[in-house]
C-alpha cells in the first residue's frame, strides 16, 4: 500500500487553528503533536487516491497547545488546535513556502479584521448572557412579567389572526364582495384588539419592554383615530372597501409580530418569523398608511355634511368649524408619523441584523 497525502484546508482565529482532512472514512487515526509545534497525521481512509495510507507533517509558525481535538466523519477528519498565545498568525507553517497539500479553507476562513469581530461578539454574547443571568437574580417578578406578556401576545396574536383568516376566507369565497361588508364582520374583534393594544404604550412605561414609547404611542393612536373616529362613528364608511385594505395591512403585521414577541418571551427564536418581523413592515407600513390616508379623505365630505364632531364658532350663531379640517392637520401629522415609526422600524431592523451578522460571523 502506498503512503500519500491527503489534501489539508485550514483557517484560524486568534486562539486556534482548524484543519480540515479530505478523508473520508478515516480509520487508525494517530495525530501526534512534537516538540510543541509539529503535528504528525497518519490514517487509513479514502481520499483523492482511494483507499489508501495517507499522512503529512506540519510545523507551525509558532507554538501551539499539546492537547489536539479531532473528529472524524464520514466526509473528512477535523482537527482543532490552540495556540500558545493567542494572537494572528502570518501563514500556518514555519517555512514560507506553502505546502503544496495545504489551502485555504474558504468555509471557515476570516481575515484579521473579521475574527476580531467575531471575538468582539463573543464578548459581547457573555456580557449580555451575565447581564441577563444576573438580571434574573435580581429581579424577583421576571416570571410573572414574562407570563403576563406572553399572555398578552397570545390574545393579540389569536385576534389578529382571527381577523385575517376571516378577511381571507371571505376573499377567496366571495371576491371582491367581501370588501363591502369586513367592517361588518370583524370590527368587534379589531376594537377589541386595538382596545388592548393600549397596552403596547402601558408595557414600555412600566419598563416591561424595551420598546420605543413615541412609535409605539403614534402607532396606536394612529391605528384607533382611524378605527374608532373615522370607521366608528361614520356608518357611511363602514361599508368601503378601504376599510378591507385598512384592517389586511394591520393584521399581516400583528400576525408575525406577536408570536415574534411570544417566542421572545421564552428566548426561542425563529429564524423565518424573525425575518418575516423585521421586513414585512417595508412594504405594509407605506402601504397601511396609504391606505389609512385613502380612508381620513374619503371620510372628510362625510364629516362636512353630517357637521360631526364640528366646533361651534362663538358669536356666529349656528356656524361651525368642520371636523374635516381636524383631520387634514391629521393627514399631515400621520406622514410625519409614518416617518418617525418607519425610521425606528429600520433602526430596529439594523440593530437586530447587526447583532445576527455578529454572531453568525
Ligand atoms: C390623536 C393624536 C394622534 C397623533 C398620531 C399622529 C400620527 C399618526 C401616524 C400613524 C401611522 C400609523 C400607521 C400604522 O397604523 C400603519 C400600519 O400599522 S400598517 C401595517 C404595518 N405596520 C407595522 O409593521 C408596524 C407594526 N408595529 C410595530 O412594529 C410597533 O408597534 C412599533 C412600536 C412601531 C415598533 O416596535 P418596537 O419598538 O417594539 O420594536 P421591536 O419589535 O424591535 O421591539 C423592541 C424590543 O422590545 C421587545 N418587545 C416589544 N414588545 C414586546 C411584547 N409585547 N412582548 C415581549 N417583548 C416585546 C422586543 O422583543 C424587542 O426586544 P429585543 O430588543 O430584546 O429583541
Redesign the pocket.
Known amino acids: 500500500m502506498q503512503i500519500l497525502t491527503p489534501h489539508v484546508y485550514w483557517a484560524q482565529r486568534h486562539a486556534e487553528i482548524f484543519l480540515r482532512v479530505e478523508l473520508s472514512d478515516a480509520k487508525n487515526l494517530d495525530i501526534s503533536l512534537h516538540q510543541n509545534n509539529t503535528l504528525h497525521f497518519r490514517a487509513l481512509g479514502h481520499g483523492a487516491k482511494g483507499d489508501n495510507e495517507y499522512k503529512f507533517s506540519l510545523e507551525f509558525l509558532e507554538p501551539v497547545k499539546p492537547e489536539i481535538d479531532h473528529r472524524s466523519t464520514q466526509r473528512q477528519v477535523d482537527i482543532k488546535i490552540r495556540k500558545q498565545r493567542e494572537r494572528w498568525w502570518d501563514r500556518l507553517t514555519l517555512q514560507e513556502k506553502k505546502p503544496l497539500f495545504l489551502a485555504p479553507d474558504f468555509d471557515r476562513w476570516l481575515d484579521e479584521s473579521d475574527a476580531e469581530t467575531e471575538l468582539q461578539a463573543q464578548e459581547e454574547q457573555k456580557i449580555s448572557k451575565i447581564n441577563v443571568e444576573s438580571r434574573v437574580r435580581e429581579d424577583p417578578y421576571l416570571g410573572l412579567k414574562k407570563g403576563y406578556?406572553f399572555m398578552?401576545?397570545l390574545v393579540q396574536f389569536l385576534g389578529f389572526s382571527w381577523i385575517f383568516v376571516n378577511m381571507t376566507v371571505r376573499l377567496f369565497i366571495l371576491g371582491q364582495d367581501s370588501f363591502y361588508d369586513t367592517f361588518h364582520t370583524t370590527a368587534d374583534m379589531m376594537y377589541f384588539c386595538q382596545i388592548l393594544a393600549v397596552f403596547?404604550v402601558v408595557?414600555p412605561l412600566l419598563g416591561l419592554?424595551?420598546?420605543?414609547l413615541y412609535?409605539?404611542?403614534?402607532?396606536?393612536?394612529?391605528?384607533n383615530?382611524?378605527l374608532f373616529v373615522i370607521f366608528g362613528c361614520l356608518e357611511e364608511m363602514q361599508s368601503k372597501p378601504i376599510v378591507f385594505f385598512v384592517f389586511y395591512?394591520?393584521s399581516?403585521?400583528?400576525i408575525f409580530?406577536?408570536p415574534?414577541?411570544?417566542l421572545?418571551?421564552i428566548s426561542t427564536e425563529w429564524k423565518l418569523l424573525t425575518w418575516l418581523?423585521?421586513n414585512?413592515?417595508i412594504p405594509?407600513?407605506p402601504?397601511?398608511?396609504i391606505s389609512?390616508a385613502v380612508a381620513v379623505i374619503q371620510s372628510l365630505p362625510i364629516f362636512d355634511e353630517t357637521r360631526l364632531f364640528s366646533l361651534p364658532l362663538p358669536g356666529f350663531s349656528g356656524r361651525s368649524v368642520s371636523f374635516s379640517y381636524t383631520l387634514q392637520i391629521?393627514l399631515v401629522?400621520?406622514f410625519?408619523?409614518?416617518f418617525v415609526?418607519f425610521r425606528?422600524?429600520y433602526k430596529?431592523r439594523q440593530?437586530?441584523y447587526r447583532c445576527r451578522k455578529r454572531k453568525t460571523h
Open positions: 406578556l398578552y401576545n403596547e408595557n419592554v424595551k420598546t420605543g412609535p409605539a404611542m403614534i402607532q396606536v393612536a394612529g391605528r383615530v382611524v395591512a394591520w399581516s403585521i400583528e409580530r406577536y415574534f414577541y411570544m421572545a418571551c418581523r423585521y414585512l413592515w405594509l407600513y402601504l397601511g398608511v389609512e391629521y401629522l400621520m410625519l408619523g409614518l415609526n425606528h422600524l430596529q440593530r437586530r
